[in-house]
């Protein structure tokens, strides 16, 4: 029966059932410590679990937790309450391949944009010596933004040890020769029981990226031991006869990942992402940018931002004035402003149906330069015989017809360039605004600056009750980063007044904040303070 909500699990509140899997159920939650909505995964509380399904429980938190990347799925924490055991994860807000592909085969340019993240991600587990063993659409997920996430490593490999864990999702045997994983996104040799490297999960997933693309199994038969003898023997049904309009180039990756041999397959899923890559960037008319509702190239941010809501709503407004046209976030280096302007036009996205585009400027050291970089932002086709400004204003006068948001990061030093925006957006009218972050104002006709200020601290003299201490923005920012490499870290009684001392120390800028609570297993808040305070009075 699945859990109420409101039901507690340690610091984490059941919000309502996502899905069920092999390993147990898996739920929406809030980290009432953090104040953030988490994915969490129980194994469901039994007296009767076995040694083995808590071994395999921890060995997806594990072989997950192992992986840093952004198209697999972050782990937060595993624990357990009682007697039942979770995993805290990442939530993705998003659907399964599996229920994308409910209405058949897929676009290829879609197809191409997600099969070149999973790729990317697989490369990354298979480099550090992890093997799914399991991927199939249900544990592949395409996020609301557009960016593909690898799930559910209960059945991951460390390769060349020998141990695997069974998700459960088949094992017809529990020894020498086991058969573990899905079987109609098994490879010939994980059929067989053998022994298997990376090469394996290529096979499962040109079987994802065949159906795809097709809209059907490679190796769909009435009954499981069909099924298996048909991946042992038979071959795939021709791309082309399903699906004449799938580019040959993709066609060739998909039948060299379903080679019968691995040896036949590639030799590194590099080189398979590699070549993905290429066709994603390189084929006529392909997007270059992931998959998204509108045009944006906004990079994903892994955390979330903490102590900003009344900055970003005030800014929101102001973006949101007809006649604005620029509006420069700035302070001190360290203060948030690059996080707080992504997080601003992140949210903004529907605002700006021609698209939300993101420009660093923080390596451009020509301030002629900035142009061009935003003419390759935007991918506007150059013409060799004009500037990149002409064709900037050409495009400006001609083509933008639904209102644009371009973010320019660090622009402090190109200070010189600020007089070009102001002809920009009198070129682009109401249709083209600016955020531009920047230590200093540009100074230029109809700018409105926006000073972001230090996050909120208490008075260290008089600190309030914990619950109350927990709620400032700079308190919230260092237990959350803390917590994160520390997972057993809270705010205590007995650690209150450091860490308190410590924001104030580090005057609530929320980059030596971070900085600080990453050191969190290397000190303690009592050591750091004291450390903090020798070098402030030296």
Not at 431 to 447: D, I, M, N, Q, W
């Amino acid at each position: 029966m699945a859990l109420a909500a409101g039901t507690r699990c340690g610091r984490y509140e059941i919000t309502s059932l996502l899905g069920t899997g092999g390993m147990g159920e898996v739920y929406r939650a809030k980290d009432l410590r953090l104040g953030r909505d988490i994915a969490i995964k129980l194994l469901p509380d039994n007296p009767v679990i076995s040694r083995e399904r808590l071994d395999r429980f921890e060995q997806e938190a594990r072989s997950a937790s192992a992986l840093n990347h952004p198209n697999i799925v972050t782990i937060y924490e595993l624990g357990q309450v009682d007697s039942t055991h979770y995993i805290a994860m990442e939530l993705i807000e998003g659907r399964t391949l599996r229920e994308l592909l409910g209405c058949g085969s897929m676009p290829v340019l879609k197809v191409i944009q997600i099969a070149a993240q999973i790729a990317d991600g697989l490369a990354k587990a298979h480099e550090v010596g992890i093997i799914h063993r399991d991927l199939k659409p249900e544990n592949l997920m395409v996020s609301s933004e557009g960016f593909a996430k690898i799930l559910d490593f209960g059945v991951a490999k460390l390769a060349g040890t020998g141990e695997f864990f069974s998700a459960g999702t088949i094992d017809l045997q529990t020894c020498a020769g086991a058969v573990l994983g899905t079987i109609e996104y098994m490879s010939p040799e994980q059929a067989r029981g053998g022994s298997i490297d990376f090469r394996s999960d290529q096979f499962s997933f040109g079987l994802v990226l065949y159906e795809m693309v097709t809209g059907k199994r490679a190796y769909q038969r009435s009954t499981k031991p069909e099924t298996l003898v048909a991946i042992l023997r038979e071959e795939p049904e021709p791309i082309g006869s399903l699906s004449p309009d799938v580019p040959i180039p993709l066609c060739w990756v998909i039948e060299r990942c379903l080679a019968r041999e691995p040896e036949k397959r590639y030799i590194s899923t590099r080189d398979l992402a590699r070549d993905l890559a290429s066709m994603r960037d390189h084929l006529p008319g392909l997007p270059l940018k992931p998959l998204k509702t509108r045009p944006s190239n906004l990079p994903p941010q892994r955390t979330g931002l903490v102590g900003r809501d009344l900055e970003v709503a005030a800014a929101k407004e102001l973006l949101r004035r007809p006649n604005m046209r620029l509006v420069t976030v700035t302070g001190p280096a360290g203060i948030g402003k690059t996080r707080l302007a992504l997080q601003l036009a992140g949210e903004m996205t529907q605002d700006f149906p021609g698209g939300v585009y993101f420009a660093p400027l923080a390596a451009v050291g020509d301030p002629s330069s900035i142009a061009s970089v935003i003419v390759q932002t935007l991918g506007i086709p150059e013409d060799g015989g004009q500037s990149p400004l002409e064709t900037l204003k050409e495009f400006l006068q001609n083509s933008l017809r639904t209102p644009m948001l371009i973010v320019l990061d660090n622009f402090e030093h190109l200070i010189s360039a600020a007089p070009m925006l102001a002809e920009l957006f009198a070129i682009g009218g109401s249709g083209l605004k600016f955020l531009v972050t920047s230590r200093a104002p540009l100074h230029v006709y109809g700018e409105q600056e926006f000073p972001v200020p230090p996050l909120a601290l208490p008075d260290p003299r008089s600190l309030p009750a914990l619950e109350a201490l927990s709620q400032y923005s700079a308190i919230a920012l260092f237990v959350q980063r803390a917590s994160a490499v520390k997972p057993d870290f809270e705010l205590t009684e007995q650690n209150a007044s450091a860490v308190a001392e410590i924001c104030a120390r580090l005057d609530g800028l929320p980059l030596a904040i971070e900085l600080a609570a990453a050191r969190i297993k290397l000190l303690s808040p009592s050591a750091m303070r004291t450390r903090l305070a020798s070098r402030c009075s030296s």
